[in-house]
């Protein structure tokens, strides 16, 4: 077990010396500070579990500093004893209110000194504790399923476990990225029940730099855990700038004054876009990029794996009795065919909600008819909501309407020509003239 890292800030020096001593003596790894500036330093270097820190200092007060470590979220896992040789209890009111676990008057009582320290050491490993129950998911993690390419993400997920390095997860929307992610995360020695965080972000709204800013003062938070970092594809110039440095440097920096954090964190990053085109046209850091594709996982999409919806469909339900309450439906074999017949344009998401809908709408077994009215229903839905680009002469919009219409067909079919042009009833040697027209690889469709 890693010994309790402890920050005393006092502009006492005998003060300092003797807790330091005395502290050493029982076990903690110690680190001093003088005054406000390098209590700052250390608190961000040093990332202690415990800080005893006086109200009174000639730089900058004790209730100034816990202000400014409660905004950068330091007290999230560092609990802060307040000391004071002339403390009101105004003042006493002031820091627990900002989030001091105690406050201790001066001349300190050694033995008072030990036992609240190991009570707010205790404290903090409780609310560890409970953080980390309320994130615990069911134990059967995604991917979920018996077809090759479930199979051997799951191998890639076990030997993933084993290391630390950075990984970038593509996949179409809805394919399971995010729950691919938290099996890394759940199934190495980064797991929430060895004490160690996990923390989810999306990058969409981090073009702003007030969100930027909110961002890097919660980083602490996931020292020596996990951060998932959704659509990176999307990240602002100055987000890149500083994922690039944690991936990198294994650091950041709160401002361009401040120095350095040093930070233990692994970066799963999840991309639906095209982002070594990004790097072509420059608008994605080549450095960062080159360190991620080191390790690429890429989730199939839901029609190149049909073969696994029926334990896919025995997962979601089991989820949505457990946690949501819902009412029990077994799905008849029929109905499970129906779903395996199904494109699946939004993946394992739209299979979520569909089976969701089904337990809310219905009672019994779920039949085939049910399941194929309600397919209907939504593909109806979604065709009101398309958009026709009215301002294309007759010729373009066909034409556009066919790219996508075999361009979906070949995505279904893995690329298969041949069962491509039987679905759609083209001849094959007229497909392919069509497809060299219309600009569509048929190994690649877009």
């Not at 008849?332 to 993946?347: E, M």
């Amino acid at each position: 077990m890693k010994p309790v890292k402890l920050l005393i800030v006092d502009d006492e020096k005998d003060i300092r010396s003797l807790m330091e001593e005395i502290f050493i003596e029982e076990g903690y790894q110690v680190e001093t500070a003088a005054n406000g500036v390098q209590a700052q330093n250390a608190w961000r270097s040093f990332l202690p579990d415990l800080i005893f820190l006086d109200v009174w200092m000639p730089d900058i007060d004790g209730i100034s500093l816990l202000k400014q470590m409660q905004d950068e979220g330091v007290l999230e896992n560092t609990k802060v004893i307040m000391m004071s040789g002339h403390g009101t209890i105004e003042t006493a009111i002031e820091a627990t209110r900002l989030g001091a676990y105690d406050f201790l008057e001066k001349p300190l009582s050694l033995a008072k000194l030990i036992v609240t320290a190991e009570r707010a050491i205790e404290h903090n490993q409780l609310n560890q504790e409970n953080r980390q129950l309320k994130q615990k998911q069911p134990e059967q993690f995604l991917p979920i399923g018996k077809s090759k390419s479930v199979i051997q993400l799951r191998e890639t997920l076990d030997r993933l476990s084993k290391f630390t390095m950075p990984i970038l997860v593509t996949g179409e929307s809805g394919t399971g990225k995010h729950h691919f992610a938290e099996a890394i995360h759940k199934t190495s020695q980064r797991h929430p029940s060895s004490c160690t965080p996990f923390h989810a972000l999306d990058f969409n709204q981090l073009c702003l730099p007030e969100n930027l800013d909110k961002l890097k003062k919660s980083l602490r938070e996931v020292h020596q855990g996990t951060l998932i970092i959704a659509n990176i594809e999307e990240l602002s110039e100055d987000a890149q700038t500083l994922l690039s440095n944690i991936v990198l440097k294994q650091c950041y920096k709160l401002d361009n004054t401040s120095d350095a954090v040093c930070i233990d964190i692994r970066v799963i990053a999840l991309t639906k876009g095209d982002l070594e085109g990004a790097v072509a046209n420059q608008t994605f850091r080549e450095d960062l990029y080159q360190r991620l594709k080191v390790m690429p996982i890429h989730i199939p999409a839901l029609r190149q794996h049909t073969e696994d919806i029926p334990e896919l469909v025995d997962y979601f339900v089991d989820h949505f009795v457990s946690f949501e309450g819902l009412e029990y439906r077994h799905f008849s074999v029929s109905a499970q065919n129906i779903l395996r017949q199904h494109t699946w344009p939004g993946n394992l998401k739209e299979l979520k909600n569909l089976i969701q809908r089904l337990l809310i709408l219905g009672s019994g077994d779920v039949s085939d008819e049910e399941v194929r009215e309600l397919l209907l229903n939504s593909q109806a839905s979604n065709a009101l909501n398309h958009v026709v680009d009215t301002s294309l002469p007759l010729k373009e919009g066909k034409e556009q309407f066919e790219a996508r219409y075999l361009s979906q067909l070949l995505r279904e079919t893995s690329g298969n020509v041949s069962e491509t042009a039987k679905r759609s009833g083209v001849d094959r040697t007229n497909l392919y003239r069509k497809l060299k027209a219309l600009g569509i690889n048929p190994k690649n469709p877009q």
